[in-house]
């Protein structure tokens, strides 16, 4: 158990609808990410948070959102779904936002749009 | 961007032989370098790690490598068991923003 906490662990929707992905990071983690999971795409980078500001965006499409609270926890935001964002979302934390931090990932959330 | 790629894409052993996985990158930046392995249903779990100022780490059965020039880093399983069979993951990363790259993944299975 890595101490990351992700919710919920499966989720069914339809296509058009929004969804929220919840992450509690490992206790004393500062730094936050997401990440996609698909199996053709293998792991790709989403956002990155540190104490509550953004820090790093990758992949990240403009129908997808997040923030990171004042308590450290996590929300990933899906909106205006669509067939292909059916994966995996991880989240990860660590303790600082720097280079050369290890990141620490949760179980993941199944997200099937059908 | 940093790109990351890793074969093969799968490999298969017999148990107790040896496993290694490549991986190399393309920015001379990145300094960071975790292995990670996922088993069916589960997030990736770190490994093993090398920072960019060692060549080496071992630990028990696991050893990863790096060359700087070549810009490249491989894991090494010895004795490989059942129970290592999952998909392994190489990353990389650089700059102050601890972004991760990460390779496309290699399926191990280990036949008992």
């Known amino acids: 158990d890595s101490g990351v906490t992700q919710t919920p662990k499966h989720l069914i929707t339809a296509t058009g609808q929004r969804v929220t992905l919840r992450c509690s990071p490992r206790s004393g983690d500062l730094s936050v990410y997401w990440y996609q999971q698909s199996l053709d795409q293998g792991l790709q980078f989403l956002i990155q948070?540190?104490?509550?500001?953004?820090?790093a965006k990758g992949n990240i499409l403009e129908r997808f959102s997040a923030q990171q609270f004042p308590d450290l926890h996590s929300e990933l935001n899906l909106s205006s779904l669509e067939l292909g964002d059916s994966a995996l979302y991880f989240c990860?934390?660590?303790?600082?936002?720097?280079?050369?931090?290890?990141?620490?990932f949760g179980e993941g959330s199944w997200l099937t749009v059908v | 961007g940093e790109n990351v790629e890793q074969h093969p894409s799968t490999l298969s052993v017999q148990e107790g032989d040896s496993a290694v996985i490549k991986c190399t990158y393309s920015?001379?930046?990145?300094?960071?370098f975790p292995w990670y392995k996922q088993e069916l249903g589960k997030g990736p779990q770190l490994i093993i790690d090398i920072r960019s100022n060692v060549g080496e780490k071992k630990d028990q059965r696991i050893a990863v490598t790096l060359n700087k020039t070549a810009k490249h880093f491989s894991l090494h399983i010895t004795e490989t068991q059942p129970e290592d069979s999952a998909v392994y993951f190489c990353?990389?990363?650089?700059?102050?923003?601890?972004?991760?790259?990460f390779g496309s993944g290699t399926k191990l299975n280990v036949k008992p």
């Open positions: 990860a934390s660590s303790v600082e936002g720097n280079s050369g931090n290890t990141i620490y």
């Open positions: 990353a990389a990363s650089k700059n102050n923003f601890n972004k991760f790259y």
């Open positions: 948070y540190y104490n509550g500001e953004e820090r």
């Open positions: 920015d001379s930046a990145s300094n960071y």
